[in-house]
């Protein structure tokens, strides 16, 4: 929580209305806790219904918005092609 208010206070924080790719730094339950965006720490607010587990180390495409962070989506790895 502190590196989020620091990154207010010095304004690097990414703007509400933006889409981006975070990594899942805390995690129970399966739902993200919070995520990380650069170097700035970000709590989550709420998951889409259709986001699968989530585990710490996750790379998720969340959605900023003035309620805050909705994760949207979890990325994974394709499968190499024969």
Do not use: F, K, W
Request: glycine residues 10%; contains cysteine.
């Amino acid at each position: 929580m502190m590196q989020e208010l620091t990154a207010r206070a010095s304004g690097n924080c990414p703007v509400p209305g933006e889409r981006h790719v975070a990594r899942v730094i805390e995690a129970r339950g399966g739902n993200a806790l919070c995520v990380e965006l650069g170097y700035t720490v970000l709590p989550v607010t709420a998951h889409l219904e259709s986001v699968g587990h989530i585990r710490v180390g996750d790379r998720v495409l969340i959605d900023l918005l003035e309620e805050g962070v909705i994760v949207s989506g979890r990325l994974r790895m394709t499968a190499p092609s024969d």
